[in-house]
């Protein structure tokens, strides 16, 4: 069922948007997810930079922002409202007493001018996304949520997979020869 995100509805939107993706995270992540919640937000931008040097980026503009509440991001949303696109919710950081909620969003006046005017009408879209390390090879496998803040633990399991992987295909490329 797709909801219609309007001015009127987004907070509404976003808390039941905010509960889909703290359960989801539960559901993949080992971590004991809080359901204190605080914001930042974040605007999408069209850059050629690979997967890492984004995270790396994203990492240094977000530890400098101030979290705030439900309200107030809902408050900053309905001020740019008319060029919202694209509205996607990421778990940032998540610790026992708090869990923050990045609201990435993507306006309007970034896309092409013919795209833009086929949807300059439209409500935006809104999605929940829960990043997946590179070193998961399963669906079942739980990991750490903060993963993409890097650290030991990251690190750790990155290193392991990649020694994996070379001995899994070292094995088999002896077995063919």
Known sequence: MKK???KNNLEQNLKEATSTLLEMARNSCWNKISDSTSYIISE????????F???IERKK???KKKTKSLEQITAELKDIY?????MNLYIYKSQ???????IQ???KSSLE???YETVKNNNPMLHMKIGIPPYVNNKTEKYDVNWELGGMRYEWNLFWSRLKFKWKYRNRIKNVG
Request: aromatic share 14%; glycine share 0%.
């Open 4 to 6: 219609t995100v309007t």
């Open 44 to 51: 999408i931008v069209n850059n050629e930079r690979n997967f």
């Open 53 to 55: 040097e984004k995270r």
């Open 61 to 63: 503009t977000n530890d």
């Open 82 to 86: 008319e060029n919202l696109y694209d």
């Open 96 to 102: 026992k007493e708090n869990t923050i909620i990045e």
């Open 105 to 107: 969003y993507y306006p």
């Open 113 to 115: 001018s013919e795209f």
